[in-house]
């Protein structure tokens, strides 16, 4: 019966004209893409984008465009105001905050330059009006809270601006929780450990849910991640994140993780990143790093000085060494929706492919073979009604839960 009234729900939001059941349609790959909306919750995006260094309108060595997103039939992309965790001082929350304005720029500019083709949603109503005008929506995600500064004071902001969700950290703990992989020693960061989420975190985590802003424990450590799920008044998403049975990577989630996500009727956004689902050797990361020198590529930040043609050749270099080590493939990718599907059900698993941030893999190496996740899902027996869950469903379930609870307490504050 849960399952009966979460798929009715998550289908009504999407408000596509989608069978209850693949035979209806038999396997024709095509008309099931087509007519079910798909989801990236997360797309890694250049300050420069919307520029002609950047330029999302025509095919370019991106792996997201927008001519990709037609031809892989991708119509909703979270792009990700993503800011890299620094020293946790006031100097720090300014260069933060500084860069971040920079990410939410490019994501309006993208926007705002391709009127004809793009419209940005701020709640799941308008994405389904859009997608249904035949539009493409872009929504605004936002990785590591920690440009929201020492009090969070920049979080009406980034609501405004059309954030609806928030990862609590990225790499490296900060003021509001912990992460799942610690900096350390690093040089010139003061790195503060919380046992799990701060007092500040918890209360992030309160106005975050009174604004309708998702909660994201991608990147957060496993304490973290299931005291947030307990203190959220709505359920909270893993934005994307792997599976720590299939591999274990600190990035991972446990099996306690995600059922903890699961019982609170939250949705975890499997991840198409390599490197979490395989181990890459040493002598695969050498070569890698042969291929950076080789390119002039210095430094842990490199990848902000290249190009996007500088950046696709690197792509293609690094692809090319799988006849010696083999990338992760569509059906591994696959393999932890199964995962997730057989331990706490199939309304609990979604799709991320981290592009643009060094996602990636046979098969979907970019935004135009898309597709390619939905045939294999076929080929394993999913229903058509299960594929939109995976696809969107689910997360749009979650959003309009957050949404609604947000409205409610306006409402409460009003009377």
């Given at each position: ?26 396997k024709?790959l095509?008309s ?7 989801i ?48 946790v ?9 500084s860069q ?6 490019a ?24 997608v ?9 995600g936002v ?30 703990h900060n ?35 009174r ?11 496993k ?27 600190p ?13 609170r ?52 270099r ?5 006849d010696?080590w ?22 609990h ?7 643009g ?26 229903s ?32």
């Amino acid at each position: 019966m849960k399952f009966l009234m979460v798929l009715l729900f998550s289908l009504f939001f999407v408000g596509c004209s989608v069978v209850s059941d693949k035979t209806d349609v038999g396997k024709d790959l095509d008309s099931i893409h087509q007519a079910i909306t798909t989801i990236d919750t997360h797309i890694d995006v250049p300050v420069t984008l919307g520029t002609s260094l950047a330029n999302s309108s025509v095919l370019s060595p991106m792996q997201v465009d927008i001519p990709k997103m037609r031809d892989g039939g991708l119509d909703v992309g979270f792009f990700i105001v993503y800011v890299a965790q620094g020293p946790v001082s006031d100097t720090g929350y300014v260069q933060a905050y500084s860069q971040a304005q920079q990410k939410f720029n490019a994501i309006e500019r993208m926007v705002r330059k391709n009127p004809d083709n793009m419209v940005l949603a701020r709640n799941p109503e308008e994405l389904k009006s859009a997608v249904e005008a035949g539009k493409l929506v872009a929504v605004v995600g936002v990785e590591n809270a920690f440009p929201l500064g020492n009090h969070f004071e920049h979080l009406q902001e980034f609501y405004d601006r059309g954030a609806r969700y928030i990862s609590l950290t990225h790499f490296g703990h900060n003021h509001f929780a912990d992460s799942s992989v610690a900096k350390g020693a690093q040089a010139d960061v003061e790195e503060p450990v919380n046992n799990g989420l701060s007092d500040i975190g918890r209360d992030l985590i309160a106005s975050m849910n009174r604004l309708g802003i998702m909660v994201d424990i991608s990147h957060t450590s496993k304490e973290s991640t299931l005291e947030a799920v307990e203190v959220s008044q709505v359920p909270v998403i893993a934005s994307h994140s792997g599976v720590k049975a299939l591999f274990d990577h600190p990035r991972n989630l446990t099996d306690e993780e995600i059922k903890a996500i699961a019982e609170r009727d939250g949705v975890i956004q499997l991840v198409a990143f390599d490197s979490y689902m395989r181990t890459v050797t040493k002598e695969e990361k050498a070569e890698i790093a042969n291929i950076r020198k080789a390119m002039g590529f210095e430094g842990s930040d490199w990848y902000k000085k290249a190009t996007q043609e500088q950046l696709q050749e690197f792509r293609t270099r690094v692809a090319s060494l799988n006849d010696r080590w083999v990338r992760s493939t569509v059906a591994d990718f696959v393999d932890q929706i199964d995962y997730v599907a057989k331990l706490v059900g199939v309304e609990h698993a979604g799709i991320a492919s981290d592009f643009g941030g060094g996602g990636g893999i046979q098969g979907w190496d970019d935004i135009s073979q898309t597709r390619a996740i939905t045939e294999e899902l076929l080929n394993r027996g999913y229903s058509a009604a299960e594929i939109e869950l995976i696809w969107s469903g689910n997360l749009l379930r979650v959003w309009s839960q957050v949404d609604a609870y947000a409205q409610r307490r306006v409402s409460q504050l009003a009377n």
